[in-house]
């Protein structure tokens, strides 16, 4: 062996423990501990205080179980209102000019920009029965503010941004000439969509679409303000967990709280997945 | 002139598709993504400044005079003050231990990052709650040491850090993994400390990213509700944000008010936009000149 790679190899010796710990991972921790971690913690630790028989009786309260009727059912329609839409609309803005495309692209972040108590106010008035938009749904006998369809409309704008910005990129890689290809060898514009080009974007759709669903499961701003929040009715389970607290039923609130972080971690993971396989997708 | 449809599509694809079904295929599905916008996003953002107005200026610049709007921009900027230098500061030493460390668990500190992300702002209000709160688990010691933070102004930062948490470090990470770091090797070679390395060679090609981030850091910041909604007594003139002020002054009938404030918080979400439409136009150019 060389003298130059034994030094080659001394450079490159891994380091020990007390090495790793640097500035960077002291605040890392330090920042995610005091901010995320404990309270994370202390929120796990209060829900340990109840036995499973009573955790159960309060997760599993009528009034519980049809937030989570509602949050669940409603936030599926949001994130397939977003899916179709928000992939139509990354389509619209991949492949084709048309004037007022720079205004489309520069608003579909707007969402995420704009705080969720204006997102709500907003639409609350604009979805009322004498509201710009309301007053013709009104003559009909459909209710759109302070109903389950204020709720959905609330959460398909919170979470419109996710499905586009997740597939637009994807969509920009696959080449035209490749559908070109499918029709000058006979097939037909279903075929064309359904075997060509479909395929390469469904992990960037369903990793948009998990992430839509979870924004819209656990929104509260918008929808606090656009729901009637009655029980059975339009109330969701953040709603709850908030009137709960302000009810200082501290219990209560931990439980369905817990039963939402639960489900929230779930997603997470299922959006990590999907991203994994979007990457496997790709190589 | 003569009208020359073949020119606005490639030649290949008319031999094959009729191009007045395609053409009309195009204009019903760019009619249909712009209704949608109009409907859900268009028609309602628009409503915000018709809403503000509609008594005119002096009614909107009233509300703006306000005392208790003017507490409210103060308790919201000073939120903000706190919380974006604390998570540039985080962002940046996550983004530099996750792209240039190697170690087991490295998916699941970036999944836990991102928690904040996927946490409804209700339960991350009751988190903080369940720590700091009257019967939080470190309340014993606040009290001891006579710190209030719920229902005061460090619950209400704890908050809005919380919510804008993971930006820096996810705009931040992959432009670090992708420049790689043979340049901070090379420095570090070339004799230059851990800090020199960082200022004077990740920095710079790391600075559009990090604005990047800082801009939406700000912008959650400045939006927070849920959970400051749980965190704050919602005083008002004292423990209320410019959120909680749009939320209490609709629910007073207060329109004008709600409206008016949700002007100043929408003219930030616009000015936020603009700035990252400019940023990209810049780094676009930049890479393009390359």
Known sequence: ?283 | MTLNLDAQVPMGETTVQPKAQREWAKIGLILLVFAFFTVILIVPVIYVFVGAFKNGLTGFLGTLSSREFLNALRLTLMAVAVAVPLNVIFGLCAALVIARKSFRGRTFLLSVIDLPFSISPVVAGLMLVSLYGRQGLLNPVLQAIDLKIIFSFPGIALATILGGMPFVAREVIPVLEEIGSEEEEAAKTLGASGWQTFWRVTLPSIRWALVYGIILTTARAMGEFGSIAIVSSNLIGRTQTLTLFVDSAYRNYDSQGAFATAVVLAGMAALTLVIKQVLEHLYAQRHTVK
């Not at chain 1, 419109?160 to 910005?165: A, G, I, M």
């Open chain 1, 1 to 283: 062996m060389t003298l130059a790679s034994t030094e080659f190899c001394q450079f490159n010796r891994p380091k020990t423990v007390l090495q790793k710990v640097s500035i960077p991972w002291i605040v890392v921790f330090t920042h995610m501990s005091v901010i995320l971690l404990l309270p994370l913690v202390a929120l796990l630790l209060r829900a340990l205080v109840l036995n499973p028989a009573q955790f159960w009786a309060l997760a599993t309260t009528p009034v519980a179980l049809s937030t989570y009727n509602i949050t669940f059912g409603t936030a599926t329609v949001a994130a397939i209102v977003n899916m179709l839409m928000g992939t139509l609309t990354a389509w619209v803005l991949v492949r084709y000019e048309f004037p007022g495309k720079r205004f489309l692209d520069g608003i579909v972040d707007l969402p995420f920009a704009l705080p969720t108590a204006v997102a709500g106010v907003t639409l609350a008035t604009v979805y009322n029965q004498s509201g710009w938009l309301g007053q013709f749904f009104a003559p009909f006998g459909i209710q759109i503010a302070f109903s389950r369809v204020g709720v959905a409309i609330a959460m398909i704008f919170v979470s419109l941004p996710f499905v586009v910005r997740t597939v637009q990129p994807v969509l920009q890689e696959v080449e035209p000439t490749i559908e070109e290809a499918a029709w000058s060898l006979g097939a037909s514009q279903f075929d064309t969509f359904w075997k060509v080009i479909l395929p390469p974007i469904i992990p960037a759709i369903l990793t948009g679409t998990a992430q839509a669903f979870a924004r819209a499961v656990g929104e509260f701003g918008s929808v606090v303000l656009i729901a009637a929040n009655i029980p059975f009715q339009d109330l969701i389970a953040p709603v709850l967990v908030f009137q709960r607290i302000e009810g200082a039923d501290i219990p209560g609130a931990t439980v369905i709280g817990l039963v939402l972080l639960l489900l929230s971690l779930i997603l997470l993971l299922i959006i990590n997945l999907l991203q994994a396989w979007g990457r496997r997708y790709d190589a």
